[in-house]
């Protein structure tokens, strides 16, 4: 079903997306398909919204961060679903939408008037994505996840932090994130499907899958090597050097990823019998004599300062990088140039910045057409295109809690 036009023409313009998604995956999720250009209408608890809004401080007036990166793109409609005409508003808007993005425990929509018939037989070009913890098969079937708590539970924590010290948790909600990732890409290939054969279909992820396959080579190594992978800190378990390392004043990153480019920064630092040396021939030697490997390269990075190293390493082609804060990230030409940072007139809460859109299209550009939106804000705009109440339905909705 078409969405109501605005002047840019993104590649997923034309898409309306029902969102009953909370907190982060289904968010960031739904998001990215708004800045895309699908019509995101994110429903809402009256009197409450998603949890997110109160997540601060940093306040900017009355909203929070956190919510405020991550919800741009979005109209915010309030309905109380406990209420039979709450069902009956959100049953009508799922039958004007192409996608329904859903993260409440498993049963909560059926319990709703929501059956998998009721789907079929009202919505069939209904595409559902559901979240879910730990999906409805295994022992934790239908129990909430928390992104904290599955860091720890995949392991991901385990190979995380400084080899002599304790697990890590990334700095992040990395598995919410990824998450919202693989939601927006299997909703995009069952959009395609649908293309195909007319047909809509139920997807479903789970933070629990999300966090096993973040583990990637790590897990690789585990199925084959069939050994408990260990904690390198900021090394890697299959290259070297590939670390932090400190010069006499500040800190670079190295990710020499083969053989060639290790010769190059051995001549670089002036030592080019790391060559020849026997240790360091290959990768894989390399990998066998990882302490000795690192060491002999802390001791001629010593010599210069983070800034010299970088200069002279980055011209010979050797890949590198400055250790950045937050803020050195955010304010650099390079953040800049891109895009990455963006302004943004909000209602209630001024002029805000907030992160950029870190992908473009040549033909159908992406961008920012709505700020992230105030609790029930398009409530009533929703209720009457969507919907066909008028004013004093709506207002008899409100009076009763029902919106």
């Not at 802390?298 to 200069?311: G, H, T």
């Not at 159908?364 to 919907?387: A, M, Q, R, Y």
Request: proline letters at 5%.
């Amino acid at each position: 079903m078409p969405s109501k036009e605005t002047s840019r023409r993104g590649p997923l313009s034309g898409i309306r997306v029902i969102d009953m998604t909370r907190i982060l995956a289904g968010p960031f999720c739904t998001m990215n398909l708004g800045d895309m250009g699908a019509e995101i209408i994110k429903i809402e608890q009256p009197g409450k919204g998603d949890d997110t809004r109160s997540w601060g401080p940093p306040f900017a007036g009355d909203q929070a961060a956190y919510f405020l990166g991550i919800n741009r793109n979005k109209k915010s409609v309030t309905l109380n679903l406990k209420d039979k005409r709450g069902q009956k508003i959100l049953g009508d808007l799922l039958k004007n939408a192409d996608i329904l993005i859903e993260n409440f425990k498993t049963g909560t929509i059926k319990a709703w008037g929501f059956s998998e018939e009721w789907f079929r037989s009202e919505t069939p070009q209904l595409i559902r994505c559901s979240i879910t913890g730990y999906g409805d098969k295994g022992p934790k079937a239908g129990m909430p996840g928390y992104d904290f708590l599955l860091q720890a539970e995949s392991g991901l924590m385990s190979v995380t932090g400084e080899e002599n010290g304790g697990p890590q948790k990334l700095g992040v909600a990395i598995v919410d994130v990824c998450t919202g990732q693989y939601a927006a890409m299997c909703i995009l290939a069952a959009l395609n499907a649908r293309r195909n054969n007319g047909k809509g279909q139920r997807v479903d992820l789970s933070l629990f899958n999300t966090s096993l396959s973040m583990l990637i080579n790590v897990a690789s190594n585990y199925l084959i090597g069939e050994e408990n992978p260990a904690r390198y800190g900021n090394g890697h378990p299959n290259i070297v050097p590939y670390r932090d390392f400190p010069c006499n004043t500040g800190e670079i990153a190295i990710a020499v990823g083969n053989d060639m480019q290790f010769e190059k920064l051995a001549i670089a630092l002036d030592h080019p019998e790391w060559v020849a040396d026997k240790r360091f021939l290959k990768n894989s030697d390399r990998v066998k004599h990882r302490e000795e490997c690192d060491g002999v390269i802390r001791a001629a990075l010593s010599s210069q300062n983070a800034d010299y190293w970088i200069d002279l390493l980055q011209r010979d082609g050797i890949p590198c990088s400055k250790i950045n804060s937050v803020d050195d990230a955010l304010e650099s030409e390079q953040a800049n140039e891109n895009n990455m940072v963006l302004k943004i007139d909000h209602l209630t809460s001024g002029t805000i910045r907030t992160l950029g859109i870190p992908y473009s299209f040549s033909e159908t550009p992406v961008g920012v057409d709505l700020p992230p939106p105030i609790l029930g804000g398009h409530t009533k705009e929703i209720l009457k295109s969507l919907v066909n109440l008028d004013d004093k339905q709506i207002d008899e909705l409100s009076i009763e809690g029902v919106i």
